[in-house]
């Protein structure tokens, strides 16, 4: 897949926002999202991860992790317009990951919501039901 790296394709301040907007909700469900991470554009690579906002002066991906006793996601919005996430389950016979375009950001905190309410779910321990839902698109 092409991915594109235009960086005013996605506003990452924007989905920061969104991110914000769902802590409470998220800490109601027993769930802690981490501190988010910036990785600026301008600087020579390896690039850090930065948790200040303000020393990300060109961002180019956003990142974040949600986890609780149900398992774990993992998202790095990039300004490109993609977003790559991983998820940890225990009724998920192994880590799995996920590509996703986007063409708007506000399609991020519908992508949140989706992979996080994974984590609500109660843990399966029958094989064949991990194995369906991986059979039926992955995350």
Known sequence: MERRVDLSNLDLDRAAVLVDARR?????????ADELTWMDNDVSWPAPLLRDRGQARRPMSLGVRVHGDAGEA????????WADVSVIHPGIDGPTAEYVELDDVEEFGSLLDRVVGLLREPVRRDRSSSNAARSAGGL
Not at 74 to 81: N, Q, S, T, W
């Open 24 to 32: 409470a909700g998220w800490r109601e469900l027993g769930l802690v």
């Open 74 to 81: 993992e998202f790095v919005l990039y300004a490109g317009g």
